[in-house]
């Protein structure tokens, strides 16, 4: 995760120079974001409702937006959530999620995730508020962003866990041996959420706040 000052031994991504670029990424991430509270308001309403494929297209909307800020910061060097993105941090952040989720869905079984898939599609407010800090947004909302996006980071964490636990009891129990082995691969979005927790439990000791 960005870190909230530069550093001198970071090369931080410049935000593009052109504002319709950041608008334009800003809607797409406060999209996938509405999508997620619309998944949520249906489950409630609706629990018995079959809602996967929305699930899984609202998903695929969220690795659109982020296939398309890798490659604005490959070719151009431009990121809309600058400053305080490198090029290694966004690619750490958004790669193995494009890459990982990929896979899920050619080789895996994606509806044993559905729950996780909820909850991550709400993490797209957090690269919106960043955005938003970025095209002149109060710096208030840079407190907001990370009371947020500790939340939903914790639920995500709990979440996953709880998926990926019982998934691989389940597969493991009807002899699916190649979804337990994929399975197993979530341990390393365990593993990334549990050091970004552990960042903002350290900013709040140093600094009395999240």
Known sequence: MASAKPRLDREELAPPPYLWISWLDLAMYLGVFAEAIILTVRLLLFPAHDDRA????????????YIFEVVLALSLGWCAMSPGWTLKELAEHH????????????????????????????TALNEALFIAKGLGAPEWM?????????????????????????????????????????????????????????????????????
Request: one cysteine or more; proline letters at 3%.
């Open 54 to 65: 929305i699930v899984f297209g609202a998903l695929q909307h969220l690795i659109i937006v």
């Open 95 to 122: 790669v193995p999620f494009i890459v990982g989720v990929s896979f899920l869905f050619l080789y895996g079984r994606p509806e044993a995730w559905q729950p996780a898939m909820r909850v991550v599609l709400f």
């Open 142 to 210: 840079s407190t907001v962003r990370r009371r947020f996006a500790f939340g939903i980071v914790a639920l995500l964490l709990l979440v996953e866990t709880g998926c990926l636990l019982r998934a691989s009891v389940e597969f493991a129990a009807a002899g699916e041996v190649l979804e337990v082995l994929i399975a197993q691969l979530v341990w390393a979005a365990v593993a990334y959420h549990v050091i970004l927790l552990r960042m903002y439990i350290r900013r709040f000791r140093k600094h009395g706040t999240i």
